[in-house]
């Protein structure tokens, strides 16, 4: 009776912990790898839950089964219990065979997390980290920065690559983590089911800003994907790049935060220094831009002119 009330505190206590997920459970997959990871998490959890219970249960029951009786001393000893080998084979046989259980789930989960799936058309985009953001190359010649546009279905084929240092790429509802090395390419792979936007954050200390270093998929229908890499993404590579590399530092409009006051400085309407500063960072700037091309200079000059800087500081 007593066993049964603490497993059914701990299994009310557990509901109210994972409602909405609540830090304990993966988030509603929607990619089939992310769908693996979670039935070999549901899996474990599992086993790990009911050895929980059940270990926790009988603690209690034996702390107080076997509590110091009134008018007992200190040095009163309890029953002596002798070894009972049958007893003592079941609870080794039984996490083996647990664990095999285990082991054999995840190894048949591993291949559809891991390998990309065979597909006629997929979609191959260069995931690259920065401090404190991301940058997606389409096979177009497109770039985004912090959000990653693709169609809905379609198996898309991320090449995760660093230019500074460790990075990790991770979108929980569209599967696992991977880092991203310096000087080392790594792979990964989704293939959304749901139009929708579905968020993340870099998964590795990157430094000061790494809880800054968010992302966002954006799934939409193929139409919209395909007019969105071939034109909106040039016209709102300036916007993207300010908002995502500058932004967490200098503000959202220069009005300075860890970073210093941009809106007056000279810099935003001189190319060449402004180049400069972005592409080989200050004593404390990371040098944000030192993989960017000309057209993103031109754009991020562009855009900080127009909507960041508010005109020279009178003298007085």
Known sequence: MFLGLVAVAALLTAAGAT??????????????????????YYVILAFTAAIFVLVEGLL???????????????TDEGAQVHGHTRLELIWTVIPVLILCVIGI???????SIADTPAASNPLHVTVEGHQFYWQFDYPNGARTINDLYVPVGRVVDLKVVSSDVVHSW?????????????????HTWFRADKAGTYTGQCAELCGLYHAAMTARVIVTTPAAYATYVSSTAKT???RSEYVGSCASCH???????YGPNLQQSPLLVQRAGLEQRVR???IKMPAVGDTWTAEQMHALAAYVKKHVYKGAANGG
Not at 64 to 74: I, L, N
Not at 105 to 111: D, G, T
Not at 251 to 257: Q, S
Request: proline share 8%.
């Open 19 to 40: 409602a909405a997920n609540g830090g304990f459970t993966p988030v509603q997959p929607h990619s089939p790898n992310a769908s693996h990871t979670t039935t070999a």
């Open 60 to 74: 209690v029951a034996f702390v107080w089964k076997y509590r110091r009786r009134r008018g007992a001393t200190r």
């Open 105 to 111: 789930v995840v190894f048949l989960e591993l291949p």
């Open 170 to 186: 991770w979108i929980p509802a569209l599967g696992g983590k991977i880092q991203a090395l310096p000087g080392i390419t790594n």
């Open 236 to 238: 709102d590579l300036g």
């Open 251 to 257: 503000g959202l409009h220069g009005e300075g935060g």
């Open 280 to 282: 080989q960072g200050g």
